[in-house]
């Protein structure tokens, strides 16, 4: 037998022993990169799930989403890194995102996700290792993606173009600018100023959109006769700021022909003094009721109606809108209800009986209606 050939069998011989020795290399090195197999005594804990919480609402200009968690508890020697997923649906079927391998850091690790699409529910789950040991995956947790919200614009629709009004306290109207997304209580912002460039701003105050399609605001007296006043109105939902209208203007009448707030309905009755009894609607109406005196009809019932409405301001009491049916009286381009007060939510009371009969006094509960069909008291006078 020739010596190349003795050279090879003794190789042969010798690779189950080099085999077993490469193990044993193995095994007594845990954090090489070639160990293989999980370790005997090691776990890992699933991560905490930290942030987004659970249910959160994502506005669609926060994103992208980071997500937080803690990192697992091990007593691994090796280093652990870990795994993110998030997914449309709760059952992991259908993925969106994921990470794979990703390195803790100090006490939290972070992954900002790739921009998801709006208006959806997103769920997400972590799980740790270590190459050779594994976590299960945590408790899933899920955030929703809500669509951008858009404030509108309103259109100022009177007084406008400088027309001449007969008073010093101007109902504005705008017609509803047009809002979508997930927004807040929408409230008109209006401002009038005595210049151009509002520098000079003499009112500045909101009013709550109204469902009608229109939204008015009763100015304050203003203090110029026969002045070119200049107005604009915007959207606020109390976390974001719409956009200003175009700016419009209107003239009050000179001194000597200045008259009371346009509007319907006797004034120059004052019953300020019935403020004292808000804490007894009977004897409030009562009051009021006595000081308007109201004849047999349904313009002389709401002159009790709007200053009961105005007089629970402090409640928030309001006037019913009501656009159709009997008494019914037109107010500020409204038609409202010439007997019943309503509230936020809804909840409307008659004040007043018979009408237009006799137009008695009364505090009677009248159930709840549509809360669109709210609109916040107006000053009577």
Known sequence: MSVAVLRRLALLALLPLLA????????????????????AGISID????????SGVNIDDD??????????????????VSLDFQVAADSGFTNVVFSK???????GQTKVQV???????????????????????????SYFV??????LGVPTPKSPISGADISTLAPDLVATNGTSTGPHGALQYHFQVSEDQAFSAIVVSATSPENASGQTHFQSPTLAKTDHLYYWRVRILDGARTGNWSRVETFQTP?????????GGGGGGVDTSNCDAYVSDKDQLVQCIHDEVRPGPTVEDAFEVTKRVAWALRGEKAGLLIKNGGENIISWHGMSFSASRICYPDGHIYKVLTDVPATNGPSWQ???????????????PN
């Open 20 to 39: 077993v020795g490469c193990e044993e290399v193995k095994s007594a090195n845990p954090l090489s990169p070639l160990v293989a197999g999980p370790m």
């Open 46 to 53: 699933a991560p905490q799930l930290l942030s987004p919480a």
């Open 62 to 79: 926060d994103q992208p989403v980071t997500l937080v968690v803690a990192n697992p508890g091990t007593n691994t020697p090796r280093t």
């Open 100 to 106: 794979n391998g990703v390195p803790e850091a100090d």
């Open 114 to 140: 790739d921009r998801l699409p709006y208006g959806h529910t997103y769920y997400w789950r972590v799980r740790g290792g270590d190459g050779a040991n594994g976590s299960d995956w945590s408790a899933p």
């Open 145 to 150: 993606v809500q669509a951008p919200v858009v």
């Open 254 to 262: 000179d001194a000597g022909s200045a008259g009371p707030p346009s």
């Open 365 to 379: 509960d009248d159930d709840f209606v549509d809360p669109s069909l709210y609109v916040p008291a107006i000053d």
